[in-house]
């Protein structure tokens, strides 16, 4: 996924720059203390896991303003910006990438060419129910996504011949075999960067972003 605005790329790089090295924390973010069952902080710059780094980022990218760059990361972070548990977009494929479909373009068709190619994931509560009970996410009926939803990938085989290609900034999500036990497939998210020594994935993992 990618944004064509030189300029918000340029700021996305470089925020997301100044958090490398930053502390590794699953799901550091949360829906503030006191609010059950995830009291951790809304916002935070001093720990990230993939996709906080991603979120806050972006925000900070699009608001310079602290207040306003918030309000963005909620929008990114919560459906209709209601900030709950349960209205928090915890699966990629068929919450966060659908619902913020108006911040970025998916560019991987463009990129790969006939290389690329589609794939799905089927959810129902049904399913949903049989998931691996490590996944603590008790949600209500009606917010466990319903439905087959369909992306496109490049192939990891494939992936070298398309490197180059790829702008920097752009959002790469890694996608894991299906599972029914796994109500998603998308597993971990990083971001392009394009240098004279090759191409770099920025994201935040054990060890520091």
């Given at each position: 996924?990618?944004?064509?605005?030189?300029?918000?790329?340029?700021?996305?790089l470089?925020?997301?720059?100044?958090?490398?090295?930053?502390?590794?924390?699953?799901?550091?973010?949360?829906?503030?203390?006191?609010?059950?069952?995830?009291?951790?902080?809304?916002?935070?710059?001093?720990?990230f896991?993939?996709?906080?780094?991603?979120?806050?980022?972006?925000?900070?990218?699009?608001?310079?303003?602290?207040?306003?760059?918030?309000?963005?990361?909620?929008?990114?972070?919560?459906?209709?910006?209601?900030?709950?548990?349960?209205?928090?977009?915890?699966?990629?494929?068929?919450?966060?990438?659908?619902?913020?479909?108006?911040?970025?373009?998916?560019?991987?068709?463009?990129?790969?060419?006939e290389?690329?190619?589609?794939?799905?994931?089927?959810?129902?509560?049904?399913?949903y129910?049989?998931?691996?009970?490590?996944?603590?996410?008790?949600?209500?009926?009606?917010?466990?996504?319903?439905?087959?939803?369909?992306?496109?990938?490049?192939?990891?085989?494939?992936?070298?011949?398309?490197?180059?290609?790829?702008?920097?900034?752009?959002?790469?999500?890694?996608?894991?075999?299906?599972?029914?036990s796994?109500?998603?497939?998308?597993?971990?998210?990083?971001?392009?960067?394009?240098?004279?020594?090759?191409?770099?994935?920025r994201?935040?993992?054990?060890?520091?972003?």
């Amino acid at each position: 996924l990618h944004r064509s605005d030189p300029d918000f790329v340029s700021r996305f790089l470089k925020i997301s720059h100044r958090f490398e090295g930053a502390t590794y924390v699953f799901s550091p973010l949360g829906e503030g203390p006191g609010h059950a069952p995830d009291p951790d902080p809304l916002f935070r710059t001093d720990a990230f896991d993939c996709l906080s780094l991603v979120e806050t980022s972006l925000a900070l990218a699009a608001e310079p303003d602290l207040d306003h760059a918030l309000q963005t990361l909620t929008r990114l972070r919560y459906s209709e910006g209601k900030v709950d548990f349960a209205w928090r977009k915890h699966f990629p494929e068929s919450q966060w990438l659908p619902e913020n479909k108006a911040w970025l373009t998916d560019i991987t068709q463009q990129v790969g060419g006939e290389l690329a190619q589609p794939v799905q994931k089927t959810i129902t509560p049904a399913l949903y129910a049989k998931r691996h009970q490590v996944l603590e996410l008790e949600l209500p009926k009606e917010r466990i996504p319903n439905g087959t939803f369909r992306w496109w990938i490049i192939p990891t085989d494939k992936i070298e011949e398309v490197m180059a290609r790829i702008p920097s900034g752009t959002l790469l999500w890694i996608v894991r075999n299906d599972f029914v036990s796994i109500p998603f497939r998308i597993s971990h998210v990083g971001i392009v960067v394009q240098r004279k020594g090759g191409t770099f994935l920025r994201h935040a993992k054990e060890g520091g972003a």
